[in-house]
Nanobody
Framework: QVQLVESGGGLVQPGGSLRLSCAASVTTFSRYVMGWYRQAPGKERELVASISSGGSTNYADSVKGRFTISRDNAKNTVYLQMNSLKPEDTAVYYC???????????WGQGTLVTVSS
């Protein structure tokens, strides 16, 4: 069973940057699609960005040009670099993994990002 541990959340001023990390306890990390989702208070969880096993990326329109997802298969880690943060980016951010063979998904516990002056 995949275990995901996020880190890097916190309080940042508008216009600032944060980098989230998600470490996966799995031996075949390169065979997982990895994603970042977020859930703001009173809203549904939404996809922020994803990266395939081959490195192809996909972004929500609201974060294109500001956020960058990347992965380091040697470290079993996926990152989300968030720049030019806005108050509307405030949410709990969750890491997600999905096996390219079985489709089975796993979720991290979430990390809170608060963008406020």
């Amino acid at each position: 069973q995949v275990q995901l541990v996020e880190s890097g959340g916190g309080l940042v001023q508008p216009g600032g940057s944060l980098r989230l990390s998600c470490a996966a306890s799995v031996t075949t990390f390169s065979r997982y699609v990895m994603g970042w989702y977020r859930q703001a208070p009173g809203k549904e969880r939404e996809l922020v960005a994803s990266i395939s096993s081959g490195g192809s990326t996909n972004y929500a329109d609201s974060v294109k040009g500001r956020f960058t997802i990347s992965r380091d298969n040697a470290k079993n880690t996926v990152y989300l670099q968030m720049n030019s943060l806005k108050p509307e980016d405030t949410a709990v951010y969750y890491c997600n993994s999905r096996s390219i063979f079985t489709g089975v998904e796993a979720w991290g516990q979430g990390t809170l990002v608060t963008v406020s002056s």
